[in-house]
């Protein structure tokens, strides 16, 4: 497979800015996805992220609702959702792990969360759907178990990720899309490597490094990441799911990622919780009643440039539904300008000071 045009154009340290064109749209990375899971952001139109190239949709939830005949009668997600932009799908993998539901070495028994009935989802399946959502890149189904998980449980997933993959790429056939094979492992080196080695001999388009961010500590994060990276072709995309705090993202560009997504920038918006550079604060706090600045100072977003903490605040305790919106704006708009200067410092061989000066800024 080769569909996605990569070219490395700085590098500094591991970290790199690479220019990328997927189906003729041109994006850099590292790049930010914001977390769309039925095909909108909780409160905020679709067309307010102007900043974004890439928007990651979830296959289990569009499968069930609205369904794949309305996807088809649309011809796929982007124009159900009016997304001229990028689509990343994820395969249900996550949702194997996070709703309970039965593993077996076929696929997963699922629930289905709406009417409590029960679907089985195996590798043809999952592609089927994203093919139907026709997003510009699909992941393969994978088997994730708890990271803290023993040895054997590790490898039985990687040996079943390993048969989904090659079942997935064999009979993947949408010429529009990138598939994408997931590194399993947990915190078996030993594993990572196997499942890297497994991974890049079916020659997938990029690589995602699956099973982080749920519940490793960043430093044994950073060690894995660290680890498997070496692993993976420098040809292809690096992508870590499920990870968007800025510090996380900042180490890992560090160590040669290219991509993230996380519903974290929405979902701190929704609680006041408020992003400023490489940290956050809550708005909720009475200190912030009478204030009459932004939310941040030199923060370009359009909630920044009009509104008040003040203002913001007397939404967010009153009409908290309408405070959402413009504080998830400024928390993903927050979020992608970090990476837009993230590259520029990788361009500029600063990417160390200015790591450092966000994290402890």
Not at 135 to 164: E, F, H, P
Not at 202 to 212: E, H, K, T, V, W
Not at 275 to 281: A, P, Q, R, T, V
Request: hydrophobic share 40%.
């Amino acid at each position: 497979m080769n569909k996605i045009n990569l070219v490395t154009i700085a590098t500094d340290g591991k970290a790199r800015v690479n220019d990328v064109i997927i189906n003729g749209k041109s994006l850099q990375t590292p790049t930010f996805m914001p977390v769309a899971t039925r095909g909108a952001i909780k409160s905020l139109p679709l067309n307010y992220l102007e900043k974004t190239d890439v928007l990651l949709a979830n296959t289990y939830h569009l499968y069930l609702r609205p369904g794949l005949d309305v996807i088809k009668e649309f011809e796929g997600l982007h124009n159900f959702i009016g997304w001229d932009n990028l689509i990343l799908t994820d395969s249900g993998g996550f949702q194997g792990w996070s709703i309970p539901n039965k593993f077996n070495e076929d696929g997963i028994e699922f629930k289905n969360i709406y009417d409590g009935s029960k679907f089985f989802m195996d590798p043809i399946l999952s592609m089927d759907i994203q093919n139907t959502l026709n997003s510009d890149i699909a992941m393969i189904l994978d088997s994730l178990v708890d990271i803290d998980k023993d040895y054997n449980n590790q490898l039985q997933s990687i040996n079943t990720t390993k048969k989904w993959a090659e079942i997935a790429r064999d009979y993947h056939s949408n010429n529009n899309q990138s598939l994408f094979g997931i590194v399993q492992g947990g915190k078996v080196l030993e594993l990572r490597e196997k499942s890297s080695i497994d991974m890049v001999s079916l020659n997938f388009d990029g690589y995602a490094i699956g099973g982080l961010a749920i519940g490793e500590t960043p430093e044994e994060r950073k060690n894995i990441v660290d680890f498997t990276v070496d692993f993976l072709p420098k040809d292809k995309l690096r992508y870590v799911m499920g990870l968007g705090d800025i510090e996380g993202m900042l180490n890992l560009i560090d160590l040669g990622i290219d991509m993230f997504d996380c519903v974290w920038p929405a979902r701190l918006a929704r609680h006041g919780k408020i992003i400023n550079k490489g940290k956050f604060f809550n708005l909720k706090n009475s200190q912030y009643k009478n204030d009459a600045e932004p939310l941040v100072l030199e923060c370009e977003c359009f909630v920044c440039k009009k509104y008040s903490k003040a203002y913001l605040r007397h939404l967010l305790i009153n009409e908290s539904t309408s405070s959402w919106l413009y504080l998830s704006l400024h928390n993903i708009f927050q979020t992608e300008n970090i990476l837009s200067e993230v590259r520029k410092s990788i361009l500029n061989s600063e990417f160390e000071n200015y790591k450092e000066s966000i994290i402890n800024g």
